[in-house]
């Protein structure tokens, strides 16, 4: 298990993945529309990889702890459904995403926020998720992984559950409602920064 530094762009929001190895989450690619428009809307595709992709650490809130600048965490929804993604709101840079309710010990960490040197202690990439939508040109990205990644989420929210580690801060308090308000993307918004 080890302790992981994170930061926004700025350097404002750091923390640290906290007690972390390839079994306390798992490392996936997601290529989906909606993860670039995400992107594209806070103005930061800079941040996209290869193809449009986006790699995340899927993990729960009880493994991230923000250390400094939790003041400037905001909170992005494209639309009033889907994933509630939360961004420093000093520099703009995509930091997490969460389902909209604090039910499913769940949080995606954007490993953007997380030095390429140190992402290994993560474990290896286990899926490769909606690569239908991988913008560009370049060589087909393989799909693999989905089903897994999703088994792997229910499989953490139960040991969370049953370690008495299922606490949903800093994206929940403790009656389950967010830390933040979230900002929803009006029709136009949303359009715009589709890719
Ligand atoms: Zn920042
Ligand atoms: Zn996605």
């Not at 040109?137 to 953490?156: L, Q």
Request: hydrophobic content about 40%.
């Amino acid at each position: 298990m080890a302790d992981i530094p994170f930061s926004c762009s700025c350097g404002t929001v750091k923390g640290a993945l906290v007690d972390v190895d390839r079994k306390a989450g798992s490392r996936i690619t997601c290529y989906c529309k909606d993860c670039q428009t995400a992107a594209r809307a806070l103005g930061r595709s800079d941040l996209l990889g290869a193809r449009g992709g986006t790699a995340i650490y899927q993990t729960t809130p009880a493994h991230i702890a923000i250390t400094e600048g939790a003041e400037q965490l905001a909170c992005l929804r494209l639309s009033r459904k889907g994933l509630m993604r939360w961004y420093a709101d000093c520099c703009n840079t995509p930091l997490f995403n969460t389902l909209a309710h604090a039910k499913l010990c769940f949080a995606g960490v954007l490993l953007h926020t997380v030095a390429p040197d140190a992402r290994g202690a993560l474990g290896p990439l286990t899926a490769a998720t909606f690569t239908e939508s991988a913008a560009g040109d370049g060589p087909p990205v393989r799909k693999h992984g989905f089903a897994k990644t999703g088994y792997n989420i229910v499989r953490r929210h139960l040991r969370a559950k049953l370690g008495g580690a299922a606490s949903m801060a800093p994206f929940f308090d403790a009656q389950g409602a967010p830390t933040c308000t979230p900002r929803i993307l009006t029709l136009e918004e949303r359009n715009a920064a589709r890719p």
